[in-house]
């Protein structure tokens, strides 16, 4: 089974602090993601990446950064955290963002998610 | 950029009854994907559409990709406690990127 883990499931920080939130998968996967989900919203994509060192802005960048070290590892920065970033994180891979081999070939898997504070 | 819109935001229903969720999206889409989510839990894949007009079938989820591959929708026969969640829709755009709905949020009332 796929397994993607996160650092912490819940996180409380101060306004101002720098908050570092990792991500890591056991499966290979090329391409990993960093969501955040507020009510109503739905899931709004921050940042992603394709390959090692690779990172591509989502839909949501402003007040994030991320790195990519090692396949596996994919860590979400808020350089200084506000409390409009109170909200759940949620990381994801895929094995691949185009078509491939069978129907679910760019299935994402989900972390199960940390619920960030800022106070 | 990309919008999908997914209604109703909620839905309450009796356990036995059915259940649908729409997906609209403001663009073509390459494909279309749903996902659950249970309370306190994170998403989890259901299913992928890809060809215009596509219909499939999971026991009681009958899940349909319209013909101008723009929307799509979820529908469970006889609901049951177990299908309580919040089930997404997640489009699939030419440009590979993927765009979640907003979501539903089903609670089923024995």
């Known amino acids: 089974d796929v397994k993607v883990t996160q650092s912490s499931r819940y996180l409380v920080k101060r306004t101002g602090e720098k908050v570092f939130l990792e991500c890591v998968q056991d499966?290979?996967?090329?391409?990993m993601f960093w969501y955040r989900q507020d009510p109503g919203l739905g899931l709004r994509l921050i940042y992603f990446?394709?390959?090692?060192?690779?990172?591509e802005k989502g839909d949501i960048p402003e007040g994030y950064s991320v790195s990519r070290e090692k396949k596996e590892r994919f860590s979400l920065i808020l350089e200084s955290a506000s409390t409009n970033q109170t909200s759940m994180y949620l990381c994801?891979?895929?094995?691949?963002?185009?078509?491939?081999?069978?129907?679910?070939?760019?299935?994402?898997?989900f972390g199960p998610g940390t619920r960030l504070t800022v106070l | 950029g990309q919008q999908v819109m997914q209604i109703p935001q909620y839905q309450h229903v009796q356990e036995g009854e059915d259940f649908t969720t729409y997906c609209n999206s403001s663009?073509?889409?390459?494909?279309i994907q749903w996902y659950k989510q249970r309370p306190g839990g994170h998403p989890v894949f259901l299913i992928q559409?890809?060809?215009?007009?596509e219909v499939k079938k999971q026991k009681r989820l009958t899940f349909q990709f319209g013909e101008a591959k723009k929307n799509s929708s979820l529908h469970i026969t006889a609901t049951q406690t177990t299908d309580v969640g919040t089930y997404f829709c997640?489009?699939?755009?030419?440009?590979?990127?993927?765009?979640f709905g907003g979501g539903t949020r089903l609670m089923v009332k024995p």
């Open positions: 559409l890809v060809k215009s007009g």
């Open positions: 997640a489009g699939r755009n030419a440009g590979n990127m993927l765009t």
């Open positions: 990446s394709y390959d090692v060192k690779m990172k």
């Open positions: 663009t073509t889409l390459s494909n």
């Open positions: 994801a891979s895929s094995l691949s963002t185009s078509g491939g081999p069978g129907p679910n070939y760019n299935e994402q898997f």
């Open positions: 499966m290979d996967h090329e391409n």
